[in-house]
């Protein structure tokens, strides 16, 4: 069994593998690099074979997703623990052993990520990640150093190793015995909000998600689907009512739910008056889709837990009607 194994999901990424894949290589001595590529149609792999004959690669039967396309080919890999990282990051040296380090620290600490900064603009946060994610009660993610749109420069501000409730999946640190017994990420979901729900269900087996700012990588960001992107806006809004559908206890899922579509129909009305009617359809679309889905979901006995960073009041208000835009703001640390 290998120690540690970085493994990079690629969809037609042969620009960024091109462009990201030499800082993964010199920075990463003590770990086994691998591609696992989902059915790209670009020269990926052409790319791969004639430049990087040592590093292995896996060759998924279709375009899984960022889901089941791991699921898929972390079957095929024995590592101890998956680095999951994005091809559109680039790494730091030593950006392995603090995360490393901090895993083999506690057995309840089933996984943790980097500090994720910007590539375009390296003095600040990155919105997928930041400094490691939070949740508030309607299911609405945000980071320390990133709340919506709004991005803070790092002056070492969130400089400290601590408890988080998610971590990003750009670069996600995970003991593959924890990935396995939870059976990997939610396939279908296909990509977005999967590695949130991934860490929630973690934190209701008692596991731990962890930040540490002791390793930095630079993240791009919206390689595949950008934010402009309708299909973006299905898979996270209909992603996110899934997710809070399967994890919270029975109790709290209908008015949570009943307001998070309110919410939801409040955000379909701005789109629309901002001229993306596309977006506003999207939202109806991912609202059938959940209703049609979550039907797959049998109930389960939910342990009402003291779950580290969920924000249990409504982050809307924190942001738009009390106008606060900081994360150091909130009061969590």
């Known amino acids: 069994m290998n120690k540690i194994a970085i493994v990079i999901l690629n969809w037609n990424g042969k620009d960024f593998l091109e462009k990201f894949l030499p800082s993964v290589v010199k920075y990463s001595k003590d770990a086994t690099i691998i591609i696992a590529d989902n059915c790209s149609t670009d020269n990926s792999i052409d790319f791969l074979i004639a430049n990087y004959p040592e590093i292995h690669i896996i060759k998924l039967k279709e375009n899984y997703g960022f889901a089941k396309g791991y699921n898929e080919a972390l079957k095929e890999v024995n590592a101890t623990y998956f680095v999951l990282l994005n091809s559109d990051v680039e790494v730091t040296e030593n950006?392995?052993?603090?995360?490393?380090?901090?895993l083999e620290?506690?057995?309840?600490?089933?996984?943790?990520?980097?500090?994720?900064?910007a590539f375009h603009n390296k003095a600040y946060f990155e919105y997928a990640g930041a400094a490691g994610g939070f949740i508030d009660k309607y299911g609405y993610p945000f980071c320390r150093g990133r709340i919506f749109d709004t991005i803070e420069k790092d002056i070492n501000q969130y400089d400290n190793e601590t408890e988080v409730f998610w971590a990003s999946g750009a670069c996600l640190f995970v003991k593959s015995s924890v990935f396995n017994q939870l059976g990997g990420f939610d396939a279908t979901f296909f990509a977005h909000m999967e590695e949130i729900d991934f860490c929630w269900r973690m934190q209701h087996l008692g596991y731990k998600v962890m930040f540490t700012h002791l390793s930095t990588v630079y993240h791009v960001g919206g390689g595949t689907l950008n934010k402009t992107n309708p299909r973006k806006t299905f898979?996270?809004?209909?992603?996110?009512?899934?997710?809070?559908?399967?994890?919270?206890?029975?109790?709290?899922?209908?008015?949570?739910i009943m307001t998070r579509l309110f919410l939801d129909g409040i955000a379909g009305i701005k789109f629309l008056i901002e001229g993306k009617p596309k977006?506003?359809?999207?939202?109806?679309?991912?609202?059938?889709a959940f209703y049609k889905l979550r039907h797959a979901y049998p109930s389960k006995k939910i342990p009402y837990l003291n779950l580290t960073g969920y924000y249990n009041k409504n982050i809307l208000v924190f942001y738009y009607l009390k106008k606060q835009r900081l994360f150091s703001k909130i009061g969590f640390c």
Not at 95 to 102: A, D, E, G, R, V
């Open 105 to 117: 620290s506690n057995t309840k600490i089933g996984a943790c990520q980097p500090k994720i900064k």
């Open 235 to 256: 898979l996270n809004f209909r992603n996110n009512l899934l997710m809070l559908y399967k994890n919270l206890p029975k109790q709290k899922r209908f008015s949570i």
């Open 279 to 288: 977006h506003t359809l999207a939202i109806i679309k991912a609202h059938f």
């Open 95 to 102: 950006w392995l052993n603090p995360c490393i380090k901090l």
